[in-house]
Every structure is written in structure tokens, then in C-alpha cells.
């Protein structure tokens, strides 16, 4: 199974609304991630896990709160987002890179969320 | 601060024409170099990687690409364009030392396949 897949695909939520996303994979990967990708642009990192710790959080609003419950899930919970966060969210998996090595992240099909 | 560069947002170009989509990258230590391929509304899916090695590389779907150091270039190539190629492309790098995680992406290249 090479598959990460996303829920929901499609997501609208008000500005004072708790949503989540969430990310599965069943690949073994100990590394997950999540982008931000805005309409025509590149991906954007936005966070990275490590075998279910923090490893790397890109200055993200703290309207944002990633979680990982475990090595196979990856949440991504919106709280009291703004119209400019409307975006795909992607998420991705990999196993951990270390040193020189390099392990291909696998993407997921994305989260499309509009704010109003 | 390594970056990327793709020249030309967009490409379009006949069905059966060669398609070339130019990447370059600057970088005092060449980085780890990658394609990747992005369907509309869907997510992005590793086209082919440059790591070590043979400076040609072979991906899936025709697709290879040269990596040539001396002038910082990792451009995309396929002999023959087909409408199912029709994407949006980025060029990507990741530093061979420090953070291990961060993919630096280009801003992309639309291709567009004419019948």
C-alpha cells in the first residue's frame, strides 16, 4: 500500500468554526508533513513530524495545531482560520531522512478548504 | 539560501513534440534535485530524482531529466508529448547537508498538450 489518503477532500468552515483534517497512511513512514498550497503556486511546508514528535514548525499561526496520534495519523485542527487560509492542504509521509540519505515523500490527493 | 528556478510559468507544445521544462538551482553544493508532477486536484507524485551517481536519470512516464553541474541545471525532458502529460510541473531541491526534511520547490511550469 503507497497510499496517504486524506479526509475530507472538500472542506468549508466560517471563521468561528473548529474543523479538523486528517491524514492516514500505512506505509511505515515515521516522518509526516504537512503543505499549504495556494492556487497556482508551489507547496508550502508547514509541518513535520518525526516519529510522532514536532520537528519542524515553519513560524505557522497558532490558529493551526497539528497532532500525531500515532505513527499511521496526522491531524491538522482549524480553529478561527481567516478567508486568506483557504488553500489545498496537502499532507505527505516519508521515512525519516538522516544524513546524506534521501527518502521520497508520497503526497496525499489534498484537503480543498474554503473559509468564509 | 539555496533556490530554484523554472523558466517559463507555462508551456504548450503538439501532441508528439518534445516537451523540455528548464530548472535551475543555486547552490554553493549542488543539492538533491527532483521533479514532481501535480494533476488538477490532485496531490503532487514523484516524477524522477537526482542524488548521486549517473548524471542522466530515467522516470516514470517517458520522462528523464540531466542533471549538468557546471551550469546549475536539471531540466526535464520527453521525446514525445502526449495529452495525458498535460500538468502543472515543479522542480524541487533538498541540501545534501543540514535540514534534511525541507523541500525548496520552483515556482512550477504549466504544460499544456495541443492535439
Known amino acids: 500500500d503507497t497510499e496517504v489518503t486524506q479526509t475530507p477532500k472538500h472542506l468549508v468552515m466560517g471563521m468561528t468554526n473548529k474543523k479538523s483534517l486528517k491524514c492516514e497512511q500505512h506505509m511505515g513512514h515515521r516522518a509526516m508533513y504537512w503543505y499549504k498550497q495556494k492556487a497556482k503556486k508551489p507547496p508550502e511546508l508547514m509541518f513535520v513530524y518525526s516519529y510522532e514528535k514536532l520537528s519542524i514548525n515553519e513560524s505557522v499561526p497558532s490558529r493551526f495545531s497539528p497532532e500525531c496520534p500515532n505513527s499511521s495519523l496526522l491531524n491538522l485542527h482549524l480553529h478561527a482560520l481567516q478567508p486568506e487560509d483557504s ?12 544524513g546524506r540519505a534521501y527518502n521520497e515523500q508520497f503526497f496525499g490527493p489534498g484537503t480543498r478548504l474554503t473559509v468564509l | 539560501a539555496q533556490s530554484v528556478t523554472q523558466l517559463g510559468s507555462h ?6 513534440a518534445l516537451v523540455l ?12 534535485l527532483f521533479w514532481y508532477v ?3 486536484n490532485q496531490g503532487l507524485q514523484l516524477l524522477l530524482k537526482y542524488t548521486t551517481g ?16 557546471s551550469e546549475t541545471s536539471f531540466h526535464l525532458t520527453k521525446p514525445s508529448a502526449h495529452m495525458s502529460d498535460a500538468a502543472e510541473y515543479f522542480c524541487a531541491v533538498r541540501p545534501r547537508v543540514g535540514s534534511n526534511y525541507k523541500l525548496t520547490f520552483g515556482k512550477g511550469t504549466l504544460l499544456t498538450v495541443n492535439p
Do not use: D, M
Open chain 1, 87 to 98: 488553500a489545498l492542504y496537502l499532507c505527505a509521509s516519508s521515512q525519516p531522512t538522516r
Open chain 2, 11 to 16: 508551456v504548450s507544445v503538439s501532441e508528439g
Open chain 2, 21 to 32: 521544462l528548464r530548472c535551475n538551482y543555486s547552490s554553493s553544493v549542488p543539492p538533491y
Open chain 2, 38 to 40: 501535480q494533476y488538477p
Open chain 2, 54 to 69: 549517473a548524471t542522466l536519470v530515467k522516470g516514470i512516464n517517458g520522462f528523464e531529466a540531466e542533471f549538468k553541474k
